[in-house]
């Protein structure tokens, strides 16, 4: 009980009022990414399939909106491969184990991923109607979702899938009070726990995702997919000022380990995926998760818990000697 109320208490601390946008304006991700399962995963998808999950604090009473940005598979966002043929669904689930069942929580489309009440789902194709514009679910009473006591609030989940074609689908997320316009809930965030997503043209600018390390964590694995060597992906804590990770080529894996410190426990790491310069490298799309010591998926929050991690220098001072 000790590990459910310090998580629970780090995590009502933290949240504020900037919770809602899926990617956050932390992360500086361009958008979410999901391909057409026909794609090749050298395109950088390699399940066509995310799963999202938002948390409503219990406090919250009045109904909710789930926003997708660009819902369609065709126009001006997304990535043609040939012609525009692709189908993509997006399923909101609530109610019991929606998050709770453990096949919800990996990282592969496979077993009752699909799990809870399914709420409400559309599939989307190439359509201008929704081209480049917010498409909205719901309202949703918050209390149709999956009540989780260490989150302090319930849970719903959304899944986005590629069907059909081979083109890829970019697209963003916001947890509303209003049906036709963005307005955030205090106290909200959302979390997932493998992230794929398209990475910026511009070498200028870092993307960032934050997994959060609880008291139980004593080492982790990041591993991520199809990076094309696109620069560096390096962890920024309280306690460490960049360790650079192993990083993926093109349509493989790879991943390496690294030990927690002390210091790390209790807050979020930050991972910063920094381009190259040249040759450059455009319409880059990366999978990554991370895992503990006993394999367990650690949770990416769009807004990271205990705030985003700054490293804290320190200068030892020694005594003088005669």
Request: aromatic residues 14%.
């Amino acid at each position: 009980m000790k590990h459910l109320t310090t998580i629970f208490l780090i995590f009502s601390i933290s949240i504020n009022l900037f919770a809602q946008p899926v990617p956050a304006e932390d992360e500086n991700i361009p958008f979410l990414m999901t391909f057409g399962h026909k794609a090749e995963t050298s395109w950088g998808d390699d399940d066509f399939s995310q799963t999202f999950f938002f948390v409503i604090p219990a406090e919250h009473t009045s109904p909710i909106f789930i926003r997708v940005f660009d819902a369609d598979c065709g126009g001006l966002v997304d990535e043609i491969n040939g012609i525009w043929d692709t189908k993509i669904t997006y399923s909101v689930y609530g109610g019991v184990e929606c998050y709770s069942n453990k096949d919800a929580q990996g990282i592969d489309p496979v077993g009752n991923y699909k799990s809870g009440n399914l709420l409400a789902t559309k599939t989307f194709g190439e359509n201008p109607r929704y081209d480049n514009k917010w498409y909205t679910f719901g309202p949703f009473n918050p209390t149709e979702g999956e009540l989780i006591e260490k989150y302090g609030g319930y849970i719903f989940k959304i899944v986005c899938e590629g069907f059909n074609g081979d083109d890829g689908n970019m697209y963003r997320y916001f947890v509303s009070t209003a049906q036709n316009e963005n307005k955030r809930i205090e106290g909200a965030n959302a979390f997932a726990y493998e992230y794929s997503f398209r990475m910026h043209n511009d070498p200028n600018e870092v993307s960032h995702i934050y997994p959060y390390i609880d008291d139980r964590t004593i080492s982790v694995e990041q591993k991520n997919f199809d990076w094309d060597r696109d620069g560096i992906i390096r962890v920024v804590s309280v306690g460490r000022a960049g360790l650079p990770c192993k990083i993926s080529g093109d349509d493989d894996w790879n991943q390496n380990q690294f030990k927690i410190l002390e210091e790390e426990v209790n807050s979020s790491l930050d991972f910063q995926f920094i381009k190259r310069k040249s040759p450059a490298v455009k319409n880059n799309n990366v999978v990554i998760s991370v895992k503990n010591q006993y394999g367990e998926l650690l949770p990416f929050y769009t807004i990271p818990i205990g705030g985003v991690p700054k490293y804290k220098y320190s200068i030892g001072v020694k005594k003088k000697s005669n």
